[in-house]
């Protein structure tokens, strides 16, 4: 059973946003530190990556957790309406599988960063750093 109220959790679900999300700007501002220039959000690429290098042809998608079915704490299904929320989760991976294929089918490297991967910045500085340098 929901422990909100349904104008609770419309609330909720409304504030939800798909561009500019916090782990996106830890990671965001981690790139500008440390010296990196890149695109949002293009359009012309399977799956709008969330940050592009162009010339490098790499893009990053920074996923929410929940959203996206991570193995983690904070990518644990809901105990309620999981009629809508099992299936929902299992199309976003599919889809975002989909989306990397497509990508690297036309020769671009992609890297996912998860929310909970913002959380310590060193760690994921070297990974960032990893996948730019190679």
Same mark, same amino acid.
Request: proline content about 5%; charged content about 35%; some cysteine.
């Given at each position: 059973?929901? #422990?909100?109220?349904?104008?609770?959790?419309?609330? +909720?679900?409304?504030?939800?946003?798909?561009?500019? #999300?916090?782990? &996106?700007?830890?990671?965001?501002?981690?790139?500008?530190?440390?010296?990196?220039?890149?695109?949002?959000?293009?359009?012309?690429?399977?799956?709008?990556?969330?940050?592009?290098?162009?010339?490098?042809?790499?893009?990053?998608? +920074?996923?929410?957790?929940?959203?996206?079915?991570?193995?983690?704490?904070? $990518?644990? @299904?809901?105990?309620?309406? %999981?009629?809508?929320?099992?299936?929902?989760?299992?199309?976003? @991976?599919?889809?975002?599988?989909?989306?990397?294929? &497509?990508?690297?089918?036309? $020769?671009?490297?992609?890297?996912?960063?998860?929310?909970?991967?913002?959380?310590? %910045? /060193?760690?994921?500085?070297?990974?960032?750093?990893?996948? %730019?340098? /190679?």
């Amino acid at each position: 059973m929901d #422990t909100r109220s349904p104008e609770q959790r419309r609330r +909720i679900m409304q504030a939800v946003k798909s561009k500019d #999300t916090g782990p &996106e700007l830890i990671v965001r501002r981690l790139l500008h530190s440390m010296g990196f220039r890149y695109r949002l959000h293009r359009k012309d690429l399977p799956g709008k990556p969330d940050i592009v290098f162009g010339p490098k042809k790499k893009a990053l998608f +920074i996923h929410g957790c929940f959203w996206h079915g991570h193995g983690c704490s904070k $990518g644990r @299904l809901p105990k309620s309406k %999981l009629d809508y929320w099992g299936p929902k989760i299992s199309s976003n @991976l599919k889809r975002d599988e989909r989306k990397k294929q &497509e990508l690297k089918k036309n $020769g671009w490297s992609v890297l996912e960063v998860w929310q909970c991967e913002t959380g310590d %910045l /060193n760690s994921l500085k070297s990974k960032l750093l990893k996948f %730019l340098h /190679n």
